[in-house]
């Protein structure tokens, strides 16, 4: 079974300029996660997606980060204009549930997509 | 101190020693979980305990947790050099979905 894969994995941008990030999840994983890990601080979430919608983007930091998951399969997360304050590695994560208790929940990450603002 | 954060921050042995981290958390939590990761890669879970659970074996790696103390830790047994990673703890809280990482744990096995 495939597991959560990324791309780029790498990206090296401009101040100003505008950067795709983009996650394909475990296939049948209705939920998909996205975290970053900013200047070797701890990785937090940035939001939630089960299929296509919206459950939480309390993590988003501001307006310039736009999340999208057409078709609830893959995801996209676009930094536009990015800042210097954006470098990090961006992680996603899916899982098949959603805290149930039943193990079904442990989010599986992908490698991760390693962004440089210059 | 932030939610579920890890003990030592740093850690050198060598090979064949034994390796213990151990993690904080504040809130009441489903699970708590343990992920690797290695320089330039991906998150790797590596076990998850739930909250009515006390010990987890999973190979050479033992995790236990205290409810109570709201901790855990990691023990890796017989280390060896690719065990060299960042180790990280994640925790549920109870009635949410979000993961909350501590800052993590750099291991270091020396050959």
């Known amino acids: 079974e495939a597991g959560v894969t990324q791309f780029p994995s790498h990206s090296v941008i401009e101040k100003g300029q505008t950067v795709t990030l983009r996650c394909d999840p475990i296939?049948?994983?209705?939920?998909l996660y996205w975290y970053r890990r900013v200047m070797g601080k701890e990785i937090k979430f940035l939001l939630h997606?089960?299929?296509?919608?919206?459950?939480?983007e309390s993590g988003m930091p501001n307006n310039r980060f736009l999340a999208e998951r057409t078709g609830g399969t893959y995801s996209t997360l676009k930094v536009q204009p990015a800042e210097l304050e954006d470098s990090g590695v961006y992680f996603c994560?899916?899982?098949?549930?959603?805290?149930?208790?039943?193990?079904?929940?442990?989010?599986?990450f992908g490698p991760g997509t390693r962004l440089l603002v210059l | 101190s932030q939610q579920g954060e890890e003990d030592p921050q740093a850690l050198s042995i060598q090979e064949g020693e034994n390796a213990t981290m151990n993690c904080s958390y504040k809130?009441?939590?489903?699970?708590l979980q343990w992920y690797r990761q290695n320089s330039g890669r991906g998150l790797v879970h590596l076990i998850l305990i739930r909250s009515n659970e006390r010990e987890k074996h999973s190979g050479r790696l033992r995790v236990t947790l205290d409810t109570s103390k709201k901790s855990s830790s990691l023990l890796i047994t017989a280390s060896r050099a690719a065990d060299t990673a960042s180790y990280f703890c994640?925790?549920?809280?109870?009635?949410?979905?979000?993961?909350?990482f501590g800052t993590g744990t750099r291991l270091k096995v020396l050959a």
């Open positions: 994640a925790t549920i809280t109870s009635g949410t979905y979000k993961y909350i």
């Open positions: 997606f089960v299929k296509e919608s919206k459950q939480d």
């Open positions: 994560a899916s899982s098949q549930n959603m805290g149930t208790g039943t193990g079904k929940e442990t989010q599986y």
């Open positions: 809130t009441s939590i489903n699970n």
């Open positions: 296939s049948g994983h209705d939920n």
